[in-house]
């Protein structure tokens, strides 16, 4: 069964279902919550809360002693919710969504006003502004996000990583992978957190080299307003180049269970949340299963042949308040995957695609693990802090075979090409204060300690020179210790200061950093601000580059790549941000970043770490030595209107250039330089009916340039039998640019006490053929093109109640 026919035929049971449900009266909900100081987090007394309906209707609360409210039969759709608060910054939240089938929880922090007297309204701080994070002293390169975004946006699939590609200096273009490329930097310059643990990879099949994988382990039903950044980031975050993904967990409904039943493409899943008891504690959970794996076992055919991706993963969080106003929190996820390549079982008649190579059977294996626990709690009206503790760990199996075929194209022979199995256990431990001094002045400190115990073993094998090489066989211990501290200085209302340091340290070769950071903004009035940003970043080596080994011709091993020292970046950003109207926003942003320390060949060659990343498997390169540089400056534009009157659109452009210099002294376009990157997104809502359900249209176009190859040595190649490149002329041939059209189409239903919601989302719209990969093919003596995803109809299911 082709996949096209087979999401139809979901669609048409989904259908169906639908009409079994009893239709409903009017639906309504509670919207209920809690107000805080956005600094000390201690609650606020007495703070309102309207809400405003479409069709002009108020409602209304105030916040008790525990700085709790609740509004109670509010009707379903999008509101406009308004807290204002004597002595505070009022804040707006446009189109909450209401359903029937969930409760609205807003937990909500205010800024303090410098004029005490007066309440003083400002836009720029409204939580629907994506420029407005959950850390209060990022102002440049920094934007947050929802768990809505990650569902509206066309293409996105509920993947966080994805989402964010549609975001300005970010650069998506691998239809098979959702690393993030940040203004021409490796992936692996990224930083992840989850409640403020630094954690490894969170996707499935997500290699220690990467940052990114098919498929996130992040389950969007779980997440809060979080934040991302993409340069000049703050003092409280380290040991990364490129930019932060800060991921928060929500907590469950304290008060009333909710179930949830959902079937996409990332998983069939099944979730809970609701109170433990009546003291306020709650929990929540969501497990999945991958869709692929339930109908291979159904023994359906989904057009993947063999290579069917199985996955299942678990998200979840428990929250119990204590007596005395803190909180304890005890968060995970963990996730397994596996797929089997099998070239032996390639169609050799048919057109190549991203699945494998014809000429290897493969078999990764991986498995990741996270789980924390945290205390916090106001310490006075002042003081907040919060303890983290936690403990990851990776596993990551890989077994390759390369094959010989005989004159009739079938497997006679097998050889063993590659072996690996790379473990990682972490133990973390973190501390966050902040302080406000008064309405002006506030601090926040803090440190990590991240102890790491690496086992990695990878082995290659090369049947047709009889060569088998060991690169790496080690175990070891590793911490790397962090501190930071941030002062943001308010002028006034208009003018703000932010001055911070961070510091680390890393046992594994003795290596310390200091690093400045600050920024400045000036709100020249309500439409217009100009931000500046300046940030000193270092990043330890990649763990599997530090234990890469290397045997002298006396037959000693050695790990040549050791003591190297961290890369350097140099980060300055410079931002203008309109507010055109209340619900249109214009930015612009113009940075530049230096790349220092980068690690090269000891010997005159092109490679750089600059360009890891480009694929899962380990760098293996030895005797590399920290003289390498690099460059990337550009500008970048974004347009977005907030959803208002039923529609909303986002346009984000950026046009940079990446350079970098390997240890032979010529300039060259990094892997990740694709000069330019345009997306425009657009979506509209309509009441349909005669119950007036919600059907909605939104459509994505990506444009990227073409990225930047190695050249293949043909005559080499086939005197090898392999793919052989050109490393001389390194990035110097340009793919075709990549194009694409994603288009969802959405419905809810509202019932008395629940919500459907069906979408199908239309991938490739347009059925462009982009490039994946070019290779050498051995049995046919020819380079291969491997193009990425074709058209691709992705339905979508969702029930909560």
Known sequence: MKPTKLSFLILLAVACTCLTF??????????????????????????????LTADQKTFGAVTDANGQFRIDKVPVGRHTVRITYIGYEEQSIPNTIVTAGKEVILNIALTESVNQLNEIVITGTTREDKTATNNDMAVVSARSFDVDDTKRYAGAIGDPSRMAANFAGVVGGNDSRNDIVVRGNSPSGMLWQLEGLNIPNPNHFGALVATGGPVSMLNNNNLDKSDFMTGAFTAQYGNATAGVFDLRLRDGNNEKRELLGQIGFNGFELGAEGPIGKNGASYIANYRYSTLGVFQSLGIEFGTGSSTPLYQDLNFKVTLPTRHGGKWSVFGLGGVSEIDLLGSEADLDGDADLYGSENIDSYPRYRTGIAGISYEKSLTERTFIRFTAGASATQEKFHADSLVRNAENEVSERYLRAQ????????????????????????????????????????????????????????????????????KHRFGTNLSMNLGI???????????????????????????????????????????????????????????????????????????????????????????????????????????????????????????????????????????????RNYYFLFTTSLFDSKYEGSDGVERNTAFNTRYVINALAGKEWRVGKNKNFFSLNLKLTAIGGKYLVPINFEKSQQMGRTIYRPELAYSEQQDPYF????????????????????MDLQNLTNNKNIFDQSY????NTVVTQYQQAFFPVPFLRYTF
Request: hydrophobic share 35%.
């Open 22 to 51: 009893p239709l409903a009266a009017q639906s309504t909900q509670t919207i209920r919550g809690k107000i805080s100081d956005g600094v000390s987090n201690t609650v606020l007394i007495g703070v309102s809360i309207t809400v």
């Open 420 to 487: 690996a199995d790379m473990n990682t256990q972490k133990y973390s431990f973190n501390v966050l204060a902040r302080t406000k001094i008064n309405a002006r002045n506030s601090i926040v400190s803090g440190f990590y300690i991240d102890a790491q115990h690496v086992d990695l073993f990878l082995r290659n094998a090369y049947a047709n020179i009889g060569r088998d090489t060991v690169r790496m066989n080690a175990q070891d211990n590793t911490t790397l210790y962090q501190a930071f501290s941030n002062w």
């Open 502 to 644: 961070h510091a680390q340290y890393y046992s594994l070769n003795e290596q310390a950093a200091v690093e400045p950071r600050a920024s400045v903004q000036y709100i020249i009035n309500p439409r217009h601000t100009v931000s500046l940003g300046y940030g000193l970043h270092n990043q330890a080596q990649n763990i599997t580059t530090s234990f890469t080994q290397t045997r002298t011709t006396a037959g000693e091993i050695r790990l040549t790549n050791k003591d190297l020292d961290f890369t350097t970046s140099q980060h300055l950003v410079l931002t203008y941000d309109w507010n055109v109207t209340e619900h249109l926003r214009v930015k612009a942003e113009g940075y530049y970043q230096s790349l220092r320390n980068v690690p090269v060949e000891s010997k005159s060659s092109s490679y750089s770490a600059i360009n890891a990343g480009m694929s899962f498997a380990a760098e293996e390169e030895d005797s590399l030595v920290n003289n390498g540089k690099g460059h990337n400056y550009g500008i970048e534009l974004t347009v977005e209107r907030f959803f208002h």
């Open 740 to 759: 694409r059209t994603d288009l969802r189409l959405s419905y809810r239903k509202e019932y008395t006490r629940s919500t459907l919601e069906i979408s």
């Open 777 to 780: 093919n051995p049995r046919t």
